[in-house]
């Protein structure tokens, strides 16, 4: 049986790197090659705000010395991301169809969301005994040119992530012209820094014991160099050994480091700002050891690939992130945790006895899934219009995992379940024809499974569905009337019938 080759080629702010990966029969993905190669996209595509003609000119030349390279080993399968650099840049579609032309390559520019996802991945893949890792309260730290994620897990569950514009490319470039300027640019840095950590520190969760920080980035790896560690590898340092190579830091120029560390001048000036980042972490998190796994976005782009398509086994789910997430979302804005469970079951039981007819996949599970979980938190702004609430409330929520046309049509289900005419709605009104059919149907099933629960009294039991004649009939045990929950039912079951094309029909065995 011939082995299938899958190709991640990562377009970063400094770097483009391919990765050829050989696929094993349990799906787990095995490096063959990594490539890396300098083109400084991000260097003046966050200052300028485009990506120079000449940066696209290099780019085009990269890509197509990878494309050889695939090519020369007959891979299968290609990948082709970019990230903050492409984000950030006001001519991103003009340079991603140059591209396109020119090396047959189509760009995908993730979202920030998505990015930090699949990095996520990355560094559960590396670890093996990551479940045990976070029982205890953990710091993710994911330093990017353009940003930093900071994402916290605790008791084996996701939390909290939230992103900030503090990228160890982005500052340097801010503050390049302050070093000239000021005998004191390690303290001017700090307060830099340390503003931005602040409104960070202020919006995380409460009341975690910090044992474990794991930090990682693009400038990673010569940290660890200057550490005297193997900067290929996955390493551990202590407090002492990253304070060492903080201080070593503050007294060298970028220059100096070059020099005397053989650090590539494109790289040396990012160190410090990326120390600094892990050193406020690693003060305020009060851990004795900082984590440095060698991981990549393009690792965590081919687990996903292999677990939702080439049939990879992991202890921990990538999806149950994002289902933590929202639970935790819906916590702090004070949903009913009970009627939330007795939604989410009978909406996943609807989705399920209905997907022959749907035609929707497990990716809109999931979406319905977080939508009846965040349905309600509207409620602690606005208990009339709570729909609007929800809707916005969403749509600025760092929903980690959920790329921005999932999360639009996320927040789409919860403003229309509640409408009688969800189609007159303007924002329904401008999404794509695809998006439109999913966010109706999943919309439709939302409905009639909160009417199910109208009274907030969790009153049927031992909830049945199926569908037949045509219809598709709900049947449940009830020990209270449930005169509000049918007269809810039959009010909102319209929807329903109109988009799925079948009768939904509720019918109540009294119990005892």
Known sequence: MAKKLVAVIDVGSLTARLKIFEIGSKGKPKEIEAVRKFTGLGTRSYSSGVIQ???????????????????EYGVARVFCVATSAFRDASNAEVVIEKVRTRTGF??????????????????????????????????????????????????????????????????????????????????????????DLDDYHAMEPKGIIYKNLIAFSGEMGYIKKLAD???????????????????????????DLTLKDNIPSMIAPLLLPTALIVKNMLEYTGVDMIYMPHASLSDGIIYYYCVNSQGLKTEISPDSYLISAARHIAKRYRSSKKHIEYVEKAALLFFDETKKISG??????????IAVILHEIGKFVHSRNHSDAAYSLIKNTNLMGLDHDEVNMLAMI????????????????????????????????????DALDASHKEKGK????????NEFVITCDASEDMSFEKW????????????MGIKPVLKTRREG
Request: aromatic share 10%; proline share 3%; with cysteine.
């Open 229 to 255: 560690k193997d900067s290929m590898n996955s390493v551990t340092l202590t407090k002492e050994e990253f304070l060492k190579v903080y201080n070593y830091l503050l007294k060298m120029r970028p220059s």
């Open 488 to 499: 809810a039912f039959e009010n909102r079951s319209v929807m329903f019938e109109d988009v």
């Open 414 to 449: 919860v403003r229309l379940y509640p409408r009688n005419k969800p189609y007159d709605s303007y924002y329904y009104s401008i999404l794509p024809p695809d998006q439109k059919v999913i966010v109706s149907k999943l919309a439709s099933i939302l409905k009639i499974a």
């Open 53 to 71: 003609p000449a940066q696209v000119e290099e780019l085009c030349r990269c890509l197509k010395m990878f494309d050889e390279k695939c090519k």
């Open 106 to 195: 189509k760009i995908k520019v993730l979202d920030n969301s998505m990015e930090r996802y699949y990095q996520t991945i990355a560094v559960q893949a590396i670890y093996p005994d990551f479940a045990k890792i976070i029982s205890d309260g953990t710091m993710i730290l994911d330093i990017g040119s353009g940003s930093i994620q900071a994402s916290v897990y605790d008791k084996s569950e996701f939390l909290f992530s939230q992103n900030l514009l503090l990228g160890s490319l982005r500052i340097s470039g801010m503050l390049s012209d302050l070093q000239s300027k000021t005998t004191h640019y390690d303290e001017v840095l700090q307060e830099f820094v340390a503003q």
């Open 462 to 469: 031992k909830i049945q569905c199926r569908i037949k004649d």
């Open 360 to 369: 929707l996949g497990n990716r809109d599970r999931l979406l319905l899934q």
